[in-house]
């Protein structure tokens, strides 16, 4: 026999007042002002069994307190001896006919003193998940019975206050998901406004010379923290707001500017290429936004927008792409392979490189597919005279890999991560003091592998903005 010992008895019991009392709370009802509608509910349960008194009762840790009440002026009762706590130990409807016959409640206070209670019927308000928040109930001075039509109703009507609780719950979480977002978009502004979106770069290799081809711009957010806020955690947020039109103008500006900073300091002339949100290259303004960054000097800035943009108004979009490249800015896929465009759809674009999305690369020395796949995007890649970017190479194996597949370029941490401008300085002119071997790129930049870890930025890794 499978015999339950007394004391688990009494630990699942607490876990189970535990879970519902954690349920309870969930629906942020307790102690909150009367409303009409359960009023209206209260009201009702009274007039279909024709009692004085008719609550929406929920039982709390040591208390049952009234949402609803029709009859009764108090606002709560203990809960040791109180009906409803009872009701709730069922699916049931509870009647208690005459509390003076009934031993568990022939002693109550509120059955031997006011509002001396005779009758009591409780239909219990059960959740989805089956914990009994409280209980409808129905209440008289007087001894009598309920008919199962009565009790029927009772039933309905406490499913009825369920659903309300359930409304009110979703509401609740709704707009205080609503208020969260909205304060995040506030401290996103004021970053905005206080200058504290910074711009990392992170290099580009020549894979055949071993050499800085060029940067691309990462942002981040220093909210002043021991760490960098990564943009996977604002980026969308800028997106939804519309905020990425701003932010966005600013790194184009920002990058086209540090470019120029370089130049003067004589540093190896670099291409820098910055992210274009969708929403960016939606936007009527952005051809007019790019022109004013790249300046009368014509910086040799370049995008990277995702398939996806793409797919959309092609016509429109070809049309915009072409006005980029005409200002001398080149065009790149970021992310390619993940989104849903054929090469042939490619070959009406104007465009300048793919970027081969991470993923591929990190499977592509352990899966034939995946590496198949690398492969295949270079050669009709480069028979569509675009150039070939892998993106987050991380081991040698993948360097040299990609080497034999004839990728042009490779960004990674293998290299490096995302430098500041400062770093990336620091970088550029010991690789002008350093002739890289063209067999052995990767062996120029050790002293980069160890610059490059000092900041390392865990993506994704930052949720509370
Ligand atoms: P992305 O444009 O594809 O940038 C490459 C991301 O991969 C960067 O993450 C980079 O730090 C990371 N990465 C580079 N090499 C490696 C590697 O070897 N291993 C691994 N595990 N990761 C590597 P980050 O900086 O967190 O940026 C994430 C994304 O945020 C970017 O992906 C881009 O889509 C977006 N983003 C960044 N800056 C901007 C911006 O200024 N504007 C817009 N619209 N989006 C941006
Ligand atoms: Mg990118
Ligand atoms: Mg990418």
């Known amino acids: 026999m499978n015999a339950i010992s007394p004391a688990t008895e009494n630990s699942e019991s607490i876990a189970a007042e535990l879970r519902r009392l954690l ?34 009762s929920l039982v709390d840790g040591n208390r049952q307190w009234f949402k609803a009440k029709v009859g009764l002026a ?18 049931d409807v509870f009647v208690i006919p005459d509390a003076l016959k009934d031993e568990r409640f022939m002693q109550s206070p509120l059955v031997t003193d006011d509002p001396k209670i005779r009758f009591y019927a409780g239909a219990p308000l059960v959740t989805s998940s089956g914990e009994a928040l409280g209980a409808l109930c129905v209440i008289d001075y007087v001894p009598r019975e309920i008919t199962p039509d009565q009790c029927n109703a009772l039933q309905i009507l406490s499913r009825h206050v369920m659903a309300q609780f359930e409304l009110r719950r979703r509401l609740v979480a709704l707009t205080r998901g609503d208020a969260s977002r909205q304060e995040a978009i506030r401290a996103l502004r ?82 820098v290429a910055v992210n274009v949100s969708p929403v960016q290259l939606r936007d009527p303004g952005f051809l007019a936004t790019l022109q004013q960054a790249l300046g009368s000097d014509g910086s040799p800035l370049d995008i990277e927008i995702t398939e996806g943009v793409l797919m959309e108004k092609t016509e429109e979009i070809i049309q915009k792409l072409d006005a980029i490249r005409a ?16 090469l042939r759809y490619l070959a009406r674009l104007p465009i300048d490189t793919l970027k081969i999305d991470r993923s591929f690369i990190t499977a592509m020395t352990e899966n034939a597919d995946d590496m198949a796949i690398v492969s295949s995007i270079i050669s009709l ?14 081991t040698e194996e993948e360097r040299k890999l990609l080497r034999l597949l004839r990728c042009d370029q490779i960004q990674g941490y293998l290299f490096s991560q995302p430098l500041s401008k400062g770093e990336l300085e620091t970088l550029l002119k010991r690789e002008s003091a350093i002739t890289p071997s063209p067999v052995e790129p990767g062996a120029a930049f050790s002293e980069r592998r160890l610059l490059g870890r000092r900041r390392i930025l865990g993506s994704g890794t930052s949720s509370d903005i």
């Open 23 to 56: 349920a309870l709370r969930s629906y942020d009802i307790l102690d909150t002002p009367p409303e009409e509608i359960f009023d209206e509910f209260a009201r009702l349960a009274a007039s279909v069994v024709g009692t004085p008194i008719a609550l929406v």
């Open 74 to 91: 108090v606002c709560e009762t203990p809960r040791d001896i109180g009906f409803c706590t009872h009701a709730i130990r069922g699916i």
């Open 190 to 271: 004021g970053a905005l406004d206080r200058g504290e979106f910074v711009l990392h770069y992170q290099p580009q290799i020549d894979i055949r010379t071993g050499r800085i081809a060029g940067v691309e711009a990462l942002i981040r957010w220093d909210r002043g923290g021991p760490a960098l806020v990564s943009p996977v955690d604002f980026v969308p947020l800028l997106e939804e707001s519309g905020l990425i039109l701003e932010v966005g103008g600013w790194v184009m500006r920002q990058a086209a500017a540090d470019h120029r900073d370089w130049q003067r300091q004589g540093l190896s002339p670099l291409r």
């Open 327 to 342: 200002m001398g800015v080149h065009v790149a896929i970021d992310d390619f392979g993940t989104g849903y465009s054929s």
């Open 381 to 394: 890649a480069h028979g569509l005279d675009l150039s070939v970017v892998a993106e987050g190479v991380e």
